[in-house]
T-cell receptor
Framework: DADVTQTPRNRITKTGKRIMLECSQT?????MYWYRQDPGLGLQLIYY???????NKGEISDGYSVSRQAQAKFSLSLESAIPNQTALYFC?????????????FGEGSRLTVL | KQEVTQIPAALSVPEGENLVLNCSFT??????LQWFRQDPGKGLTSLLL?????REQTSGRLNASLDKSSGRSTLYIAASQPGDSATYLC???????????FGKGTRLSVIA
């Protein structure tokens, strides 16, 4: 099993629908991140969390919200999806104890908003 | 604001060639720099991490160097193989408590 698991892997939805992408990890890391990847634009940070009670906005947080339900779980929600939120979404983790800053990624969730 | 640039955006080479991918960053006070590999439609795999106090890291046929003063890193791939075809991304962070900032990547094709 993967250390960082994202569900669903693929999702097609319609404009205005609420969507939740979930991420769980077995690495025991305290830090978790959500990134968005668009063709030709690289990865952009949406939200990040350094522990269960910590939530921080990234560079493109508008239209998104997150929930850190437990150390191992970090969910990303789109309250009312719009077509320009069509993208590949990645969850990642890192370990503050080791604190090298090394990131470990999930396989991604491809979201299409029609 | 830290900006990371990768040149070229795409590169095609014949099998067996040695090649260099470039990464530059605007703020030289980095904490570390990471190189990742991404296969189409897949997640990112960490290749090499260079701490700010280090000059280079090696793993197999890969060697990454870091020159903080000039704001540059290079990823050297020796004896390239078709299996090396992927997108390579560079990312930097300014501290242990700051998320990584990514470049847009270099898409590498190694032709058999």
């Amino acid at each position: 099993d993967a250390d960082v698991t994202q569900t669903p892997r693929n999702r097609i939805t319609k404009t205005g629908k609420r969507i939740m992408l979930e991420c769980s990890q077995t690495k025991g890391h305290d830090r978790m991140y959500w990134y968005r990847q668009d063709p030709g634009l690289g990865l952009q940070l949406i939200y990040y969390s350094f522990d269960v009670k910590d939530i921080n906005k990234g560079e493109i947080s508008d239209g998104y919200s997150v929930s850190r339900q437990a150390q191992a779980k970090f969910s990303l929600s789109l309250e009312s999806a719009i077509p320009n939120q069509t993208a590949l979404y990645f969850c990642a983790t890192s370990d503050s104890v080791v604190n090298t800053g090394e990131l470990f990624f999930g396989e991604g969730s491809r979201l299409t908003v029609l | 604001k830290q900006e990371v640039t990768q040149i070229p955006a795409a590169l095609s080479v014949p099998e067996g060639e040695n090649l260099v991918l470039n990464c530059s960053f605007t703020d030289s006070a980095i904490y570390n720099l990471q190189w990742f590999r991404q296969d189409p439609g897949k997640g990112l795999t960490s290749l090499l991490l260079i701490q700010s106090s280090q000059r280079e890291q090696t793993s197999g046929r890969l060697n990454a160097s870091l020159d903080k003063s000039s704001g540059r890193s290079t990823l050297y791939i020796a004896a390239s193989q078709p299996g090396d075809s992927a997108t390579y991304l560079c990312a930097v962070t300014l501290s242990g408590n700051t998320p990584l900032v990514f470049g847009k990547g270099t898409r590498l094709s190694v032709i058999a």
